[in-house]
């Protein structure tokens, strides 16, 4: 038994292992025994630890690996000590990565002598996404030769086998075998998922789930056993560094702890399940087989205790760190931007008008000329048709396949995969096709993206930008025609553009590219190509390539007549997008006595500039092309009331579309459905009389 075990693995590594796992079992006892300080909800490794020692000991700086909420000991494996886990168990201010605001073994990572961990949520398999985009963004680079690395990178997502049931596994499975991505999908099946058995969940494990995913290797291993974990992952880590093909690894483990702290095994399980786990302890599996092969006991009981001991003393000083401070609560929100002002020539001497979907063009092709990190992808967008609105058309045929590409029906991971894509260093331009079809990658603009800033303290912003299509015009119909604009902004952590125009696109899309957070464009169709009666305004002279129009900086398009407003008889439209030329429309009537905001950007929001022009003119209404109940130009109205009460005359008034479930197919019940310059006129002329 000595030569066999030794031949397999080197004593060192067993030993190492061996102290790994008594650690991670002193620490859970530590946090059971503790429950009263222990307050936080918590996962602990217990039944996991040998396939996740075994895959953490494979890795190299330059890998990425993207633990998930039970993989303590993979964290115990890249180097990280008991200290630093348990400060982010008590939720300390020195938690190294979130600083107290996620739980434990929610790790995020940028050491340099460690393998990287991007921020992840606890919406179980979702990770898959965002770490199938490290791996899409490490091929980009390497096929681009924008790094080089002493060693290829791999990387490797980590989840529970129930998770791989949820829809958005199979979206990262799929797009990792088709682009052979150099990835590994660690999946630890300990058969349950909370209190769902595997009967209950699943036809299969994922192994046999995987098998219809060509171009996706697979293989079986006893994640309970460190030595044939151990050279299992060997095997799958050898196999994605040197071929860069992705693989599943499906290790059967067991479960000894409780699933977190706040949901107990004795809630659901009985004594006879849970004594054919610990049966399968990887701690005494391998002391058994150390035994066997001649390591003296005392060795071990000393590892044992001094584990505990560390443990122990490790607890102690977690306790004794501080809390965050209150102050720091808005901290990383948003990552600094770089983009404050206004520059570059927006009207070159001699430029000609083009329309906004010829800036859109324009602006990802100056980008992509002098970015190289620089990619656009999305349904349709390819070299073929450039986009169903054609606003992507030529960049195929200029930039490549490689940098300009068609995917799937994937919205949750057109979105989500941008948070690994940013994390490499890379910008992805990212299209999805119409505002209604944006749902599928809410989950991952919200669990994932949003959140990557504030939870990881400012070490993985997600730089991208997300061009969505919106608006109805012309008979498009209940699925694409609609407005999302206060859906996404209640997410918090993400901004919003919605340009009117062509120069305001062109210099909104470069800022968005400088910034380093995520951005979402939304883009009126029927501005596109200013063929809707009435817009011929959207069509700009096309600023210079230097041109940037930094977001939050809201601009009067229309001005009221100063003699009207020292009257008092003046009114503010405050607006954006195609409510722009309803506005532009309906001022016509008015002689002066209705000035008008273009918001350009919804978040950030230039509430300064709205604020003082509401105070002047005592008057306001915000007017929208979304349905009104609940929506954003309701609670701006709000907020404007709440800042300007004593300055106004009447009460702020929004007005949009009727509150129906989706624009009609019908153009009479389109018409009737949406705000026109018409109706805008009526109300301007109901609030004149204030």
């Not at 100056?366 to 656009?376: N, R, T």
């Not at 960049?395 to 979105?415: H, P, W």
């Not at 096709?433 to 991952?444: K, T």
Request: proline share 5%; charged share 25%; hydrophobic share 35%.
């Amino acid at each position: 038994m000595e030569n066999t075990l030794h031949e397999k693995v080197s004593q060192d590594i067993l030993l190492k292992a061996y102290n790994h796992m008594m650690l991670a079992k002193a620490m859970a006892d530590i946090y059971e025994e503790n429950r009263n300080i222990c307050k936080y909800v918590h996962s602990t490794s217990r039944g996991h630890e040998a396939i996740q020692l075994a895959t953490a000991y494979q890795l190299k700086k330059e890998d990425w690996i993207s633990p998930y909420y039970r993989d303590e000991s993979i964290l115990l494996g890249i180097g990280f000590e008991p200290y630093e886990l348990m400060l982010q168990l008590l939720a300390k201010a020195e938690d190294p990565f979130s600083g107290g605001r996620s739980y434990y073994s929610h790790p995020s990572s940028r050491d340099e002598n460690k393998p990287k961990i991007i921020h992840q949520s606890s919406a179980t398999g979702m990770q898959t996404i965002p770490t199938t985009g490290v791996a899409q963004g490490i091929k980009y680079i390497q096929d681009f030769n924008l790094q080089t690395f002493e060693n290829n990178p791999v990387v490797i997502c980590s989840l529970g086998d129930n998770s791989v049931t949820e829809g958005e596994v199979s979206e990262a499975l799929q797009f990792a075998a088709l682009h052979q991505l150099p990835i590994i999908f660690l999946v630890q099946d300990n058969e349950w998922g909370i209190s769902v058995t595997k009967e209950e969940a699943r036809t299969c494990d994922a192994y046999d789930f995987v098998a219809g995913f060509t171009g996706l290797s697979r293989m079986r291993v006893d994640g309970t056993d460190f030595v044939e974990s151990f050279e299992a992952m060997k095997k799958a880590v050898d196999f994605v560094r040197n071929e860069r093909k992705p693989i599943v690894v499906c290790a059967k483990t067991v479960l000894i702890g409780h699933h977190t702290s706040g949901v107990r095994r004795e809630f659901y399980r009985d004594e006879e399940d849970l004594t054919k786990h610990r049966a399968k302890d990887p701690g005494e599996i391998l002391r058994k087989q150390l035994l066997e092969s001649g390591t003296d006991e005392d060795l071990l009981k000393q590892i044992t205790k001094k584990a505990r001991l560390e443990a122990e003393e490790a607890f102690e000083r977690a306790q004794n760190a501080e809390d965050p401070k209150p102050e720091t609560v808005m901290q990383h929100v948003f990552a600094p931007t770089p983009i404050t002002e206004e520059t570059g020539t927006r009207e070159p001497a001699g430029g000609e008008k083009i329309v906004m979907v010829d800036a859109a063009i324009h602006a990802v092709q100056e980008i992509m000329w002098k970015h190289p990190e620089a990619l656009l992808y999305g349904q349709d967008v390819g070299e073929r048709i450039g986009g169903v609105f054609r606003e992507t058309v030529t960049l195929g045929k200029k930039f490549g396949s490689k940098r300009v590409f068609n995917t799937a029906i994937q919205e949750a991971y057109i979105i989500g995969s941008t948070a690994g894509m940013s994390a490499v260093g890379l910008k992805p331009i990212v299209e999805v096709q119409f505002a209604d079809y944006i749902y599928p990658g809410i989950n991952q603009l919200i669990t994932e993206i949003s959140k990557s800033s504030y939870l990881s303290q400012g070490k993985f912003p997600v730089s991208n930008i997300i061009r969505v299509p919106i608006g109805a015009y012309g008979g498009g119909g209940p699925y694409h025609s609609g407005s999302v604009e206060s859906i996404l902004a209640n997410i918090k952590g993400i901004k919003i553009a919605y340009p009117s125009n062509a120069a305001d696109f062109k210099g909104l899309l470069k800022a968005a590219y400088y910034d380093p957070n995520p951005v979402i464009m939304l883009e009126h169709k029927g501005l596109y190509w200013s063929k809707v009666p009435g817009t011929e305004d959207a069509k700009t002279i096309e600023p210079a390539e230097d041109y940037i129009l930094p977001f939050g900086k809201g601009k009067v398009i229309i001005e009221a007549d100063q003699n009207e407003t020292e009257k008092g008889r003046t009114l503010l439209v405050v607006t954006y997008g195609m409510g722009i030329y309803w506005a532009k429309e309906a001022v016509k009537n008015f002689n002066g006595r209705v000035e008008v905001i273009d918001l350009r950007t919804l978040i950030p929001l230039d509430e300064e500039l709205v604020f003082e022009r509401v105070k002047a003119h005592g008057k306001c209404i915000v007017l929208t092309e979304e349905q009104l109940n609940n929506s954003f130009a309701e609670a701006f109205a709000h907020r404007i009331s709440k800042n300007c009460f004593k300055y106004l005359d009447a009460p702020v008034e929004t007005m949009g579309s009727l509150d129906v479930p989706a624009v009609p197919i019908n153009l009479v019940l389109e018409k009737e459905m949406l705000p026109n310059a018409e109706k805008l006129s009526k109300k301007i002329e109901e609030m004149l009389k204030y």
